[in-house]
């Protein structure tokens, strides 16, 4: 019974257009792959260097020297902009943020938050974080993060599917042309031997010959021979 929810999608063949469409999307995920294996790397790529840059730096939290009292707030020990105040330490030893997910202690939770920037959702938020437990600079690692996901990567997707479309397009404009060309060279042939035969022959042969130009046409171009070969039947009759 949950396949029936994919009974409207049969109606994709109703509609050329989106025919036309689906088709290009199918064509395209080859390609496509290539992109999507090209951001893996990137992922991989980047948070490998967040690992050996900012891992467990952000468990650091304020300990009043005294009596040991944890203090609430990140804290720096590598010159961040979140230092502790006088007759306390930073030590490294709090849960992370965003209840222990918000993390690059690992290459997994490393690659989840290149991805969670890479979406604009919360990067705000953990590019703080980083700033305050690490430098006010590595702002400029989270614009180049930006900028190689949101805008270089999502424009590859885009470079492609557009790419493919007007190859597609062009292919179909050819095909066409091909029909058009073998229907009027069996035209052509038939009217030249319908002068020596008599009555509706010539015709009957003109059918004939597109019949024969149809069978070597491609399934996408039929339509117009098709068409063409109905209009010269009914003048044979």
Not at 92 to 117: C, E, H, T, W, Y
Not at 184 to 210: C, M, T, Y
């Amino acid at each position: 019974r949950a396949l029936r929810v994919m009974r409207p999608l049969r109606a994709i063949t109703r509609f050329p257009p989106l025919r036309f469409l689906v088709n290009l999307v199918l064509q395209c995920l080859p390609m496509l792959s290539n992109v999507a294996a090209l951001m893996g790397l990137l992922f991989v790529l980047i948070g490998t260097v967040s690992v050996l840059s900012i891992k467990g730096m952000l468990r650091g939290q304020c300990y009043d020297i005294e009596n040991g009292w944890a203090i609430e707030g990140l804290c720096t020990q590598v010159g961040g902009l979140a230092v502790c105040d006088p007759g306390s330490t930073c030590l490294l030893l709090a849960n992370n943020p965003g209840r222990g997910l918000a993390n690059f202690d690992s290459l997994g939770a490393a690659v989840v938050q290149v991805f969670q920037i890479m979406t604009l959702e919360g990067w705000a938020g953990i590019m703080y974080s980083v700033q305050d437990v690490y430098s006010e600079w590595v702002m400029f690692f989270f614009v180049i993060v930006v900028f190689a996901g949101p805008i270089f990567t999502i424009q590859l997707f885009l470079v492609v599917i557009t790419s493919k479309f007007h190859g597609v397009k062009e292919q179909l404009k050819k095909d066409a042309l091909e029909s058009q060309q073998k229907i009027e060279e069996a035209l052509e042939q038939a009217q030249k031997e319908e002068g020596g035969q008599p009555g509706g022959a010539g015709k009957k042969g003109l059918a004939h010959r597109l019949t024969g130009a149809m069978a070597r046409l491609s399934p996408k171009t039929k339509e117009l021979a098709r068409v063409e070969l109905l209009r010269v039947q009914s003048r044979s009759k």
